[in-house]
């Protein structure tokens, strides 16, 4: 198996309610995200490389870049902060779960691989997976997932598609605000393969041009 890795970044900040850090879950506070994905292929394209990250750069970067100057709402949080936050702030994305570093791994492992799954392969790229996803929160600590955890990622695949991000990010988002629909309408391509793939190669390498 041949993995390639590749490291987004952004800054953003939320609270982690149930931590057992007392900062952690009392306070507000923000993190320089590092997240480093690593996609897996059994075999290499035409062009002897697992894909041509430039390709796929364009959907996955707007995804990331979603999350910049962000603050990351648990929905299940206190009322008077949450709607503090969509009160007072342009960029927010609602999370249906904690959003601890571990959850957000998860979340970022589930959506990437509902893009693949929805990317019509070209040029012979064979199967590409989500192989893992780390999220460094810290310079000392990160939290990664395994393609293996099924039955975390069966259980955020359910939950994620009930995330939202505010007009503030989906008006300044690149194709992310065209993508999350997208995914939205089709919940099944964050699990499983998908027999009509809607998003092309050639398109996004135009895009990103
Ligand atoms: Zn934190």
Request: aromatic share 10%; charged share 25%.
């Amino acid at each position: 198996m041949m993995k390639i890795r590749k490291l987004f970044k952004f800054e953003a900040a939320h609270i982690v309610r149930d931590c057992s850090t007392v900062r952690c879950r009392q306070n507000i506070h923000g993190h320089s995200f590092k997240v480093e994905l690593v996609l897996q292929a059994r075999g290499l394209d035409n062009a002897g490389m697992v894909m041509d990250f430039g390709l796929l750069k364009c959907r996955i970067s707007s995804f990331f870049d979603a999350f910049d100057h962000s603050y990351i709402i648990w929905s299940a949080d206190k009322g008077g902060l949450v709607d503090f936050i969509k009160n007072e702030n342009e960029r927010w994305v609602e999370l249906p779960f904690s959003p601890s570093a571990e959850n957000l791994a998860l979340f970022f492992h589930v959506v990437v691989q509902g893009i693949l799954n929805n990317t019509v392969p070209v040029n012979g790229a064979d199967d590409v997976k989500v192989h893992s996803v780390r999220v460094h929160e810290t310079e000392t600590g990160w939290a990664e997932t395994e393609a293996d955890d099924i039955a975390l990622l069966e259980g955020m695949a359910a939950a994620a598609i009930g995330s939202v991000f505010s007009d503030g990010i989906m008006d300044d988002s690149g194709n992310w605000a065209e993508t999350w629909a997208c995914l939205r309408e089709n919940p099944d391509c964050l699990s499983a393969p998908q027999e009509h793939r809607l998003f092309r190669y050639a398109e996004i390498a135009e895009q990103a041009v």
